[in-house]
């Protein structure tokens, strides 16, 4: 998406808030009593906000203000009267009202940019917790007008998703946001905001989304190795534990054998193509067990047992998960693979 | 050469837009040219040409310290120029100089909003010169180029086209234009808030305090308008319409002057001025010419109306305000075209009439006293002489030139017996020069005289060219009797509606030659018609003409706190206006909706039980179910209910024709409900 303008010339904006006054606020202030009973405002007044997938926006959820440059065109025009009242200058006034007028039309019209717009939320992809997801924005107006410069962005954050929305048409945004705790959170309040087409005011709206989104814990970077199968419970051959943690069941390839099925290693030493032998894997049972992770850290566990789901998914095994209280029976796929993740962020 | 049209369409994004401002600054400054210093003009040029080339080459901004360089060299030169920072001359070249100036600083949106808020105001500096049509037309497309750049600014996606924002600030500027007539019209007019500095009102042509030979000469090519009159009921003849200007007594071979002008006035001969006949009654618009001269018909016995100014009459009938004229103003007198003037009889104060500086044209007075020698004139009283005086000028081979070349140091005998020309400056002095030789009281009276009626809007006009000087001289038992000497050399030049030369303004001589002279004669008198509405309505409104506005309306004694009261009130109800409509617009629904709702609250009414929300399809079974298939009524409103279901969810196809919403209204109106 576009970055918003920072002015016409060709340098960046250096040092300067592209868009002032976002700044956000966090807790280190929260002794300082003016951000404390601004953070209270908030709260109250986001708590009033329904939760809703769909916003349509109308008088009640757009505001308005005037900006910096609203005030600054304020004082213009008090000078501009002052020096056609000096100066006798009719012309003056004349200029000095037509500026004025086509600031209030520019403030309805402002107004009007956000006012009569649908969004919906896109159900939100899943995402591991301090990676950044994306929400994805439908932006719906069925009015005769195109609507220009519409920023989207997480409420708080400075980082705008700018657009414009065709009359009668649709377009999608997609803002990111980072999440920092696993589980189920709903998504971040978000905000719209619009200064067009004069910049002397802004008009916003806050929206609640109520769709949640699932947040799997960070996968660790660097895990140890997966841990060694267990036999399978009451099966024959449940003998077989090889400290490596390898399974080694294995034959003689076969035309048609999936190529991740190939143990490259021993295909190294030995000259010939050599698979998984299927039966073999399927009698030893890989449980990825919340007891059994080497190390006590609670996060840390199942960041690793995150990362063990993941990787045991990429090569195709059946894994099952054992978490205090729940246990999911081995198996493999995409589906199954949710399921665990989805049973992580919540454990 | 078709490489600069594709580098244009082109250029990136932040180069367009900064070009595009450039320009519209450049035209906001180009108006200024004339009336700023020539190195702020080179410097405002020069800056500009520059900051378009680095955003063409898209080149890095120039660094502050050459900004803080340029502005303190800036700030010198201004100081050197004016004399001061402060004023109004100053502050225009300052302002100039900051705009230009801060476009080399163009980083961030603020450095933007700055610039167009210095551009703003520097579009009110142009009104300090010129508030003439052409200004306004040019300062309104400064207006919506300005806005054009601001919205441009504001639409963040992609490279959206000029066009586009060209047409919302359009769109704002109309819809804002009856914001601006209401304010316009009810703003009260004040009085300025704190004095006005007094420079800067140089250089505007008008009538002179003083005469020297030749200044009129550039006046009377002037063709640019001294005042508008409007004339109720009769039009004096041509002949006598003498606006009566400066009255000049003083003579010192080279210059005439106004009689002690610093003297209070009961040091000087009263006016004693005694009108007969009608009255004629007449509204003047004069031209700003920043003197203190209201020009009336000769003579106006009575004050003319002009509020808020205070105004004399001085003991030589002329009609004094207590400050300079340095707008438009308009005020209403009343004339008598027959009048008398001056002491009857013979008073002290008429010496100074009569007296001439030493060693100035010797061959007049010589002639002046061989006159007197002349048997035939030995007894003759005044108005013999003046009528002898008249004869020469009639038949002795004088010419009314408007190039009479530069006259020698004796100005009336060059006239009188050299060259034989001149226009009526030379020819009303030299004739009061030689009254005075013959010991006649007499003085040169300047003003206008004549004119001509715009046909379009009936208002007579009259130019700077219409400048002219006459004689009075006085007469035992007449008082001060006005003589033009012109008309006896050149009888058409007061006498008729025939000019001496056709008009050829800056506007008219860029048409003749293309078009017709009378298309051309045509056309200017629409120029000039539509130059006065503007002056008329727009720049003439007065708080005089707020308060009869009022009256119009219904005010009993208006004051400038009923226009407050109004305005206030007219925002009020604009506001409650808005509020209203915006309840109903919340209130309005897809018309689709409306009429299903009509049709399940008309249902429910009959006693069907429907649960909320329920689309038309459900209504009908439900319908249907309770009253049975056989029921006709409850089967029209099924199948009208199965026909609302169609309009919203069938595509329409071509062969099938697809019920239209106003039909589905007027079948739900004709429906006859179950009961």
């Known amino acids: 998406m576009n970055p918003p303008r920072s002015a016409f010339g060709p340098s960046p904006a250096r040092g300067r808030p592209q868009w002032p006054g976002k700044a956000g606020s966090t807790g280190a202030h929260a002794w300082n009593p003016v951000v404390w009973v601004k953070v209270r405002f908030r709260q109250w007044f986001e708590s009033r906000i329904p939760l809703r997938d769909t916003t349509t926006l109308n008088q009640r959820n757009v505001y308005i203000l005037p900006t910096r440059p609203g005030f ?26 037509l500026l004025a007028g086509s600031a209030v039309v ?9 006012r009569g717009m649908t969004m919906n939320l896109i159900a939100p992809d899943a995402c591991f917790a301090g990676a950044s997801a994306t929400i994805g924005i439908h932006i719906h107006c069925n009015r005769r007008s195109t609507r220009y410069g519409i920023g989207l962005s997480v409420l708080e954050s400075v980082h705008w998703v700018w657009t414009d929305v065709p009359a009668q048409g649709s377009a999608t945004v997609h803002v990111a946001f980072k999440p920092e705790r696993r589980g189920q959170p709903v998504v971040p309040t978000l905000t719209a905001e619009t200064r067009f087409p004069l910049g002397t005011f802004r008009v916003w709206t806050v929206w609640r989304p109520a769709a949640r989104v699932w947040v799997y814990p960070a996968p660790e970077a660097f895990p140890p190795p997966l841990p060694p199968g267990e036999p399978r419970a009451g099966g024959a051959a449940s003998a077989q534990r090889q400290s490596s943690g390898e399974f080694e069941g294995v034959r003689a390839y076969q035309r048609g054998d999936p190529l991740k099925l190939v143990v490259w290693k021993k295909v190294a030493k030995a000259d010939e193509l050599v ?11 890989l449980w990825l ?7 006590s850290s609670p996060e840390l566990k199942l960041s690793r047992l995150c990362a063990w789901v993941l990787q045991a998914e990429k090569m195709g095994m059946d894994y099952g998960l054992r978490l205090p ?4 029976r081995p198996g493999r796929g995409e589906a199954h693979k949710r399921h665990c993740l989805e049973a992580l962020a919540l454990a | 050469m078709n490489f600069l049209p594709a580098r244009l369409s082109n250029l990136p994004r932040d180069s367009r837009d900064t070009l595009f401002l450039l320009m519209v600054i450049g035209w906001v400054i180009l108006p200024q040219v004339g009336n700023l210093p020539l190195w702020c003009s080179l410097l405002a040029g020069g800056v500009l040409w520059w900051r378009g080339w680095l955003a063409w080459t898209a080149r890095p901004l120039p660094s502050r310290w050459w900004l803080a360089t340029l502005l303190v060299l800036t700030m010198g030169a201004t100081l050197l120029t004016h004399g001061t920072l402060l004023g109004r001359d100053a502050g225009v070249t300052l302002i100039v100089v900051l705009l230009t100036l801060k476009t080399l600083e163009l980083r961030a949106r603020r450095d933007a909003f700055v610039v167009f808020f210095l551009s703003f105001f520097t579009m009110l500096t142009n009104f300090f010169f010129s508030q003439s049509l052409l200004t306004a037309a040019a300062m309104l497309i400064a207006l919506l180029g300005l806005l054009t750049a601001l919205v441009n600014t504001h639409m963040p996606v992609g490279k959206p086209p000029l066009m586009q ?11 804002g234009a009856p914001i601006m007539a209401v304010l316009f019209v009810l703003f009260p007019r004040l009085a300025p808030l704190w004095g006005i500095p007094g420079d800067g009102m140089t250089g505007r042509s008008g009538l002179s305090a003083n005469m020297q030979v030749g200044t009129i000469a550039s006046l009377a090519l002037d063709d640019s308008i001294a005042m508008r009159v409007r004339f109720e009921g009769q039009r004096p003849r041509q002949s006598d319409l003498y606006f009566r200007g400066p009255v000049l007594s003083t003579f010192d071979g080279r210059e005439w002057r106004p009689l002690r002008s610093g003297f209070p006035s009961r040091m000087q001969l009263p006016a004693e001025l005694q009108t007969t006949g009608p009255a004629i009654r007449y509204q003047v618009t004069l031209e700003p010419n920043n003197r203190p001269w209201l020009l009336v018909l000769d003579a106006a016995a009575t004050r003319p109306v002009l509020p808020g100014f205070d105004m004399v009459m001085t003991p030589d009938l002329q009609w004094m305000a207590d400050r300079p004229i340095a707008d438009i103003v308009r005020y209403s007198a009343q004339s008598h075209v027959e009048f008398r003037h001056g002491p009857m009889r013979p008073a002290a104060g008429l010496q100074d009439f009569i007296d001439l500086p030493p060693g100035f044209n010797p061959r007049t007075l010589a002639f002046a006293a061989e006159l007197r020698r002349d048997p035939r004139y030995a007894t003759a009283k005044t108005p013999e002489l003046v009528d002898a005086v008249m004869d020469r000028l ?10 009479p070349g530069v006259y020698g140091q004796n100005t009336a005998d060059e006239f009188w017996f050299d060259r034989k020309e001149g226009f009526c400056e030379h020819i009303a002095s030299s004739f009061v020069i030689l009254m005075r030789a013959l010991d006649i009281p007499a003085r040169i009276v300047t003003g206008y005289q004549g004119g001509e009626v715009n046909a379009v809007d009936g208002f007579w006009i009259v130019r700077q060219r219409d400048a002219h000087a006459w004689a009075e001289v006085w007469v035992a038992g007449q008082g001060w009797v006005r003589v033009d000497p012109t008309s006896a050399v050149s009888p058409s030049r007061t006498g008729s509606f025939q000019r001496l030369q056709a008009p050829q303004g800056a506007f008219t001589s860029a048409l003749i030659g293309v078009v017709s002279p009378a298309f051309a004669l045509n056309l200017r008198a629409m120029w000039d018609a539509m130059n006065n509405g503007w002056n008329q309505w727009v720049l003439n409104y007065t708080q005089g003409k707020q308060l009869d506005l009022l009256k119009n309306i219904g005010f009993e004694s208006p004051g400038w706190e009923d226009l407050g009261y109004l305005l206030i009130g007219i925002i009020v109800a604009v506001s409650l206006l808005g509020a209203a409509w915006t309840l109903w617009e919340r209130s309005r629904h897809d018309p689709w909706l409306r009429l299903l709702e009509q049709a399940a609250r008309r249902l429910q009414k009959s006693g069907l039980k429907l649960p909320p929300n329920s689309g038309p399809r459900q209504m009908a079974r439900l319908l249907l179910d309770c009253y049975g298939p056989t029921d006709v009524q409850a089967r029209a409103v099924h199948d009208w209910l199965l ?30 409900w179950p009961q």
């Not at chain 2, 329409?652 to 429906?671: C, F, G, H, K, Y």
Request: charged share 15%.
């Open chain 2, 643 to 672: 026909r609302l279901e169609q309009f919203r969810y069938a595509p329409a196809s071509a062969d099938q024709q697809a019920p239209r919403l106003v039909t589905l209204q007027r079948e739900l109106n004709q429906i006859s």
């Open chain 1, 72 to 97: 600054m065109l304020g004082a213009t025009l008090a000078v501009l009267l002052i020096s056609s009242i000096n100066y006798q200058l009719n012309l003056g006034y004349l200029l000095t009202f």
């Open chain 1, 106 to 114: 520019g403030m309805h019209v402002c107004h009007g940019t956000l």
């Open chain 1, 275 to 285: 698979s998984r032998d299927a039966q073999q894997v399927q009698r030893m049972e």
């Open chain 2, 394 to 403: 009639r038949t002795g081979g004088y010419g009314y030139t408007l190039d």
């Open chain 1, 325 to 328: 209280g729940q246990e999911i």
């Open chain 2, 165 to 175: 924002a060209a047409k919302t600030a359009g769109w704002m500027a109309l819809l």
């Open chain 1, 289 to 295: 067990d919340h007891a059994h992770t080497g190390t």
